[in-house]
C-alpha cells in the first residue's frame, strides 16, 4: 500500500518561510517525477513546483525565484523550500507522485497572514 506523508505547513507572516516534505512509502514503481500543486479556496488546484527523476525542474512563474523544489530520490522524498512568503500564497498544498499509477498525498495547509 502506498503512501504519502506530508508535513511542514503552518502559518506564517509574510516574508517568512516554510519547508514542506512529502515521504512516499510502499512499492512505487518507475517514478518519473514528483510535484507540489497547491488549491486556494475557490480556485482551481495548480502547478507550484515538478522535479523530473533526473533532476530537472520547473515552476510556476507566481513563485519562481522565491520556492524551492528538491528531491531525496533514496528516500522517495520530496521537498519545497517556500521563501518570501505572500498572503496569495495561501493554499492547501498537495504532493504528487508521478509513476506508472500518480498518488496525491492529504495536503498541509499553508497559511500567509500579511
Known amino acids: 500500500q502506498v503512501q504519502l506523508v506530508e508535513s511542514g505547513g503552518g502559518l506564517v507572516q509574510a516574508g517568512g518561510s516554510l519547508q514542506l516534505s512529502c515521504a512516499a512509502s510502499g512499492s512505487i514503481f518507475s517514478i518519473n517525477a514528483m510535484a507540489w500543486y497547491r488549491q486556494a479556496p475557490g480556485k482551481q488546484r495548480e502547478l507550484v513546483a515538478i522535479i523530473t527523476s533526473g533532476g530537472s525542474t520547473n515552476y510556476a512563474d507566481s513563485v519562481k525565484g522565491r520556492f524551492t523544489i528538491s528531491r531525496a530520490n533514496a528516500e522517495n522524498t520530496v521537498y519545497l523550500q517556500m521563501n518570501s512568503l505572500k498572503p496569495e500564497d495561501t493554499a492547501v498544498y498537495y504532493c504528487?507522485?508521478?509513476?506508472?499509477?500518480?498518488?496525491w498525498g492529504q495536503g498541509t495547509q499553508v497559511t500567509v497572514s500579511s
Open positions: 504528487l507522485v508521478v509513476a506508472l499509477i500518480n498518488y
